[in-house]
């Protein structure tokens, strides 16, 4: 704590320096509070001393009792502790010229010293002039108050639910009621300020001013030199709107005797009022009636502002810089009695680390001290190359958090401002050796790169140095990130996407779902994508999972069927759209592109199917206009479903495959609103992959079904297999083949291993991992196995080479992670390769496209059969109920009753039995909606309508003649999830 200016009344604290009268230069403090300070508040001869633990301490003249100390004395010559309240933890302090306010933790506010013009807020009937010990102020003790501020001789106070008190004298208007009056003696609530949410208040002598959250500045009182900004000097008794103010962002007032200054959020500082003594810093002594920037201090960025009577303070990083009246050394500039435009104040070194501040600007200020720092002991960073950075992160994790740490909150500012000026922004595209690169694994220890408001100043031009890296620099950076350890690379991809959530959670952008493409926020998306490419550097082991670079609840703050719409559009790839940066979108995100996407293809499949109409019409006027051409119309008879439906198939091509579809079974009339769609691929799919046909197998372990590997039909079968799979699909209808998981890593060109061999021969994986375990090297001895795999073909054996001459190499402990690879190669991809082609072909003929891509095979799995995560409530609030049942019916609570006493395998098979999957679809239960209607005769077992989610559900007598019935109905259910 520094201090200087008037210390007539030992008001300025110094040790061993009590009688000096005159500070005229900052003096370091050396009281044993000075270090724990939070707050100070001074009147003209007292000064208020706030600590962190919430006492109260007061020194200076005590004429009236504004100390509080309940003592006779005049003056406290050194800070003492404030008694009367010291059973509460203080959190706010203010001083008017002779009185003082202070406000507990529980929104409090207590007053003493003098009353001369009722500014204590105390009783009226108590009529003293003075009160030397704190009392609270009744009229405000049960309002919470959460801000004070006083005047000369008048005091505002603010409450939690944003009302405005104020009390005192009032013959300029200063209390802001209206009128005018001598005084106000009891606190009275400012109504004209009803309903705006204040965010300040401030007091300059006898006038007053109010902030609004959104930087509205509101004034009143005495006006007599355009200290209210106003363009006149009429006073004013009502809060008076500070219209010139409106769009420069002001964040913070502070009012003098007659002057007053605002500080904007981008650190500029405007003044206006009296200007005799250079208070207002515009290098003259006329009265500025209009707020009117302080143009000396233009480039600067000023973080906070303070006034005395007749100056003013700004602080500019680790600089305070101070104009107007100094005769009393205010200005702390020796020799200097006023100062029309802001000055340094110069500042003496703390004499416990005299050197500190110059210490950390010379490291902090220097890209080479900074890369020089941290580095590994025993000459391990000598070499510094693409593999060796030679930085002990370690260290530098611990540097940082000790100065995240630290209180000095100037020491904190000099270490931010000359990281962003002189690290961030000098950082070259082309630096001469890998040793100028270090920063880029240090500077992302530091702790302020976790705070995303900061990303104009420090994350985005973080981001930027390292996009406008040429292309060797930019892959030592990429290597050596991508050789640190998973935590670390989490942390670098969190500091990216903390920023990203932020401006996606900022007002404007809810408000029309759109996000800002700013400068900061492009190199930051930009720099993710390339943190997501080096994560999947190697596919099979990624440092990172996938869903660490996904944000939540995407879609609810950006309008994606916009984005994408725009980013299809956008054919020159200038312009920023969400969509250029997918790998955020989590797998709900992903599926709502999906249908997005369908639903843009069949407005485009039918768009040219009517422009093929009307054509045909000019050309041909016999030719009539049927709107079934507008849809993909496939009629097939229940008997010869799979030969009707593939000969159809077979005769389209993929514009007609991409218009809606329509099903219609030979001698039915029902209309297809979905329900018969559903019903067809249901019994399409469960023929189609009847080993009768022999196209597919089940795994006899687990159920999968897979390729087989000598299939009695030619790959054109396979082909339209893969269309009708992919038909079903594009039209929304989710149904569940139990394909592995390696089907749609296969789909999307991811590498297959070992673990997806787990899902069609478990014992086979099982063994191949012991065979890879197996620590001792007689390999050969113990398995007896060669590259060469068996496999029987009508009671036949055939041997497959996995390498050439395969059955006379064995299988040693150097190459069997090769035999493996090559094993697992075999089954999952050779063996079926032609008929998996000739499947991709015919799906890709109708899902292909830029949106499949952006799935990991694990979420397209779940888009297509979907997932496992039950809600059985939600399930049960969702059920309509037709045809005379209701919620209330005996009937159905008996049947929720049971429905819930299931256990979750014959819930999950009942969900089977009446929709045709046991599964939940990826937008989760909400989109499951069964109904229930009534069958009068009990005799029979519940009935499922699969096509329509519809269950015809008996009047049964008992609830455990409705258990039992149930039960024995859905253990009926058979096949893989087709009925």
């Given at each position: 704590m520094f201090c200087w200016g008037n210390a007539t009344h030992h008001e300025l604290y110094i040790e061993g320096h009590e009688t000096i009268d005159l500070i005229i230069k900052p003096m370091l403090s050396k009281w044993k509070e000075s270090n724990h300070i939070r707050g100070i508040a001074a009147g003209e001869f007292h000064t208020l001393y706030l600590t962190n633990q919430g006492?109260?301490?007061s020194c200076g003249s005590n004429e009236v009792g504004q100390l509080g100390r309940n003592t006779d004395s005049k003056e406290g010559k050194i800070p003492g502790f404030v008694e009367k309240l010291k059973e509460f933890k203080i959190s706010a302090v203010a001083c008017g010229l002779q009185h003082s306010l202070a406000l507990n933790e529980w929104g409090q506010p207590y007053s003493w010293g003098c009353n001369s013009m009722g500014q204590l807020g105390l009783d009226p009937k108590n009529d003293s002039i003075s009160h030397n010990v704190p009392s609270i102020v009744r009229t405000l003790a049960t309002k919470n108050v959460v801000q004070i501020a006083c005047g000369s001789y008048h005091s505002v106070a603010l409450t939690n639910s944003g009302d405005l008190y104020a009390w005192g004298a009032n013959s300029y208007g200063q209390c802001g009621l209206g009128t005018m009056s001598s005084k106000e003696i009891v606190p009275q609530q400012i109504t004209s300020l009803l309903g705006v949410p204040i965010a300040l208040i401030a007091c300059g002598s006898n006038h007053t001013f109010a902030l609004s959250k959104s930087g509205a500045v509101f004034g009143w009182g005495k006006n007599t030199h355009g200290q209210l900004g106003l363009q006149h000097k009429d006073n004013r008794c009502y809060p008076s709107h500070l219209k010139s103010l409106r769009d420069v962002k002001v964040c913070h007032i502070t009012c003098g005797e007659d002057f007053t200054a605002f500080l904007t959020l981008d650190g500029g500082v405007f003044t206006c009022g009296n200007g005799e003594y250079g208070q207002t810093g515009h290098g003259t002594t006329r009265d500025e009636l209009f707020p009117r920037k302080v143009m000396e201090l233009m480039g600067s960025t000023v973080t906070q502002v303070a006034s005395g009577r007749r100056h003013l303070l700004c602080r500019v990083g680790d600089r305070i810089l101070a104009c107007g009246y100094g005769a009393r050394g205010q200005l702390g500039c020796p020799h200097m009695t006023f100062s029309l435009v802001p000055t340094p104040v110069p500042f003496t070194p703390n004499d416990d680390s005299p050197d500190l501040m110059a210490y950390l600007e010379t490291v902090f200020g220097s890209i080479a001290c900074v890369n020089g720092s941290f580095l590994l002991d025993n000459n391990g960073h000598f070499g510094c190359n693409t593999k060796t950075p030679g930085v002990d992160l370690k260290k530098a994790e611990q540097a940082f958090l000790i100065v995240s740490r630290y209180e000095n909150t100037s020491i904190k500012e000099l270490i931010f401002s000359h990281l962003t000026e002189n690290i961030i922004k000098k950082m070259k595209v082309s630096p001469p050796d890998a040793e100028a690169l270090r920063m880029f694994l240090v500077l992302p220890l530091?702790?302020?790169?976790?705070?995303?408001?900061?990303?104009?100043?420090?994350?985005?031009?973080?981001?930027?140095?390292y996009n406008n890296l040429s292309t060797h620099p930019q892959r030592i950076v990429n290597l050596w990130w991508e050789a640190q350890s998973p935590d670390y690379f989490e942390m670098l991809v969190d500091i990216f996407k903390s920023v990203v959530v932020y401006e996606l959670r900022q007002p404007a952008v809810n408000a029309n779902k759109k996000i800002y493409f700013t400068h900061s926020i492009v190199q930051i998306l930009n720099t993710l994508s390339s943190l997501n490419k080096i994560n999947f550097t190697n596919p099979k082991k990624p440092k990172i999972s996938a869903e660490c670079f996904y944000i939540e609840d995407l879609c609810t703050h950006v309008d994606i069927a916009t984005d994408y719409i725009n980013w299809l559009s956008d054919h020159s790839s200038t312009?920023?759209?969400?969509?250029?940066?997918?790998?955020?979108?989590?797998?709900q995100c992903k599926s709502l592109l999906l249908k997005i996407d369908q639903q843009l293809q069949m407005q485009v499949a039918i768009s040219r199917a009517t422009t093929e109409i009307f054509t045909r019409l000019f050309t041909d006027p016999t030719y009539g206009f049927h709107q079934g051409n507008q849809f993909l119309n496939l009629t097939v008879s229940r008997n010869h479903i799979v030969r009707d439906t593939m000969l159809q198939i077979s005769n389209h091509d993929t514009s007609h495959l991409k218009k809606p579809l329509r099903v219609?079974?030979?001698?039915?009339?029902?209309?297809?609103?979905?329900?018969?769609?559903?019903?067809?691929?249901?019994?399409?799919?469960?023929?189609i992959f009847d080993p009768v046909y022999g196209m597919f197998k089940q795994s006899e372990e687990t159920n999968m079904i897979w390729f087989s590997n000598n299939p009695f039909e030619?790959?054109?079968?396979?082909?339209?297999?893969?269309?009708?799979?992919?038909?079903?699909?594009?039209?929304?209808?989710?149904i569940y083949v139990p394909f592995p998981l390696v089907l749609y890593k296969k789909i999307l060109g991811e590498s297959v291993m070992l673990d997806d061999l787990s899902d069609l021969y478990p014992t086979l994986a099982n063994s191949l991992k012991s065979l890879l375990e197996y620590p001792d090297d007689d390999v050969e001895e113990v398995f007896s196995l060669c590259f060469a795999v068996n496999t029987e073909v009508f009671d036949q054996i055939q041997v497959h080479h996995l390498k050439e001459d395969g059955v006379n190499v064995p299988v040693t402990h150097e190459n069997k992670e090769e035999y493996v690879d090559l094993y697992v190669d075999f089954l999952l991809n050779k063996s079926v390769e032609n008929q998996f082609k000739a499947f991709n072909k015919g799906f890709q003929k109708v899902c292909g496209g830029r949106i499949i891509k952006l799935f990991r095979s694990h979420e397209l799995m779940s888009v297509v059969i979907g997932n496992e995560e039950y809600d059985w409530e939600l399930f049960e609030n969702n059920?309509?109920?037709?045809?005379?049942?209701?919620?209330?019916?005996?009937?159905?609570?008996?049947?929720?009753?049971?429905?819930?006493?299931?256990?979750?395998?014959?819930?999950?098979?009942?969900?089977?039995?009446?929709?045709?999957?046991?599964?939940?679809?990826?937008?989760?239960?909400?989109?499951?909606?069964?109904?229930?209607?009534?069958?009068?005769d009990d005799r029979y077992f519940p009935v499922a309508h699969t096509c329509f989610n519809l269950l015809d559900l008996p009047r049964y007598k008992t609830k455990e003649r409705l258990k039992y019935y149930l039960l024995q109905a859905i253990q009926q259910t058979q096949g893989f999830s087709l009925v």
């Open positions: 006492n109260l301490y530091y702790h302020e790169m976790r705070n995303p408001r900061r990303h104009p100043e420090l994350q985005g031009p973080f981001a930027e140095a312009q920023p759209h969400m969509c250029n940066y997918p790998f955020l979108f989590d797998v219609e079974f030979v001698g039915e009339e029902a209309e297809d609103a979905g329900g018969v769609r559903k019903e067809f691929f249901m019994l399409l799919l469960k023929e030619d790959d054109i079968m396979y082909y339209l297999i893969g269309a009708i799979y992919g038909l079903a699909i594009y039209n929304s209808i989710i059920c309509e109920y037709k045809d005379g049942y209701s919620a209330n019916d005996q009937e159905i609570r008996w049947f929720w009753e049971v429905f819930h006493e299931l256990t979750l395998e014959d819930k999950k098979k009942f969900l089977l039995f009446l929709t045709g999957s046991d599964r939940v679809p990826i937008q989760g239960m909400k989109d499951i909606k069964i109904r229930i209607q009534p069958v009068a």
